[in-house]
């Protein structure tokens, strides 16, 4: 198998595992806090941040670096187009992605006191879950143009 192609699966893999971590999480994450139960609240929750150290976070490593690497290895120039803009909607999905991490750490400390004090959620928790839930779209939308931009490699001008 030549480097090229190797590099193309693990791009491809790190693509799958950072779309399917963060559709999976955000659904489990969103129906745990529907149901308002704040022990199941609390374990999802964890595993969410559980999730997000061992997934997310190494793909968001290696999807710029394979990506990288590929459009060198193919010939792309880093100015083409198609590149220009993922790599710009990749920095936005960054810019979404790193206050949800916060987020879901400081929510997962509320559910934990509000667990230990036998008390419901405070009004916080629902504010930072809002921001959670919002910040998930715009980062969803664009990981689905990098996949439209990395499959189709449409001819854009910088």
């Not at 999976?24 to 022990?39: C, K, P, Y």
């Not at 394979?66 to 010939?75: M, Q």
């Amino acid at each position: 198998m030549s480097w090229y192609l190797i590099l193309k699966t693990i791009h491809i893999l790190s693509s799958t595992l950072l779309f399917g971590t963060g559709l999976g999480t955000a659904f489990h994450g969103w129906m745990a806090q529907r149901s308002r139960d704040v022990r199941a609240i609390s374990v999802v929750s964890r595993n969410v941040v559980l999730a997000d150290w061992i997934f997310t976070a190494p793909a968001v490593v290696v999807q710029p670096v394979t990506g990288v690497a590929l459009a060198l290895n193919a010939g792309f120039p880093l100015t083409s187009g198609w590149l220009v803009l993922a790599i710009v909607l990749y920095g936005v999905v960054g810019a979404c992605w790193l206050p949800v991490v916060w987020l879901q750490i400081r929510m997962h400390q509320l559910v934990k006191q509000a667990l230990a004090a036998d008390t419901p959620l405070p009004t916080l928790y629902y504010r930072y879950a809002r921001w959670w839930f919002i910040l998930g779209w715009p980062a969803f939308l664009c990981v689905i143009v990098i996949f439209y931009l990395m499959i189709a490699k449409p001819e854009l001008s910088p």
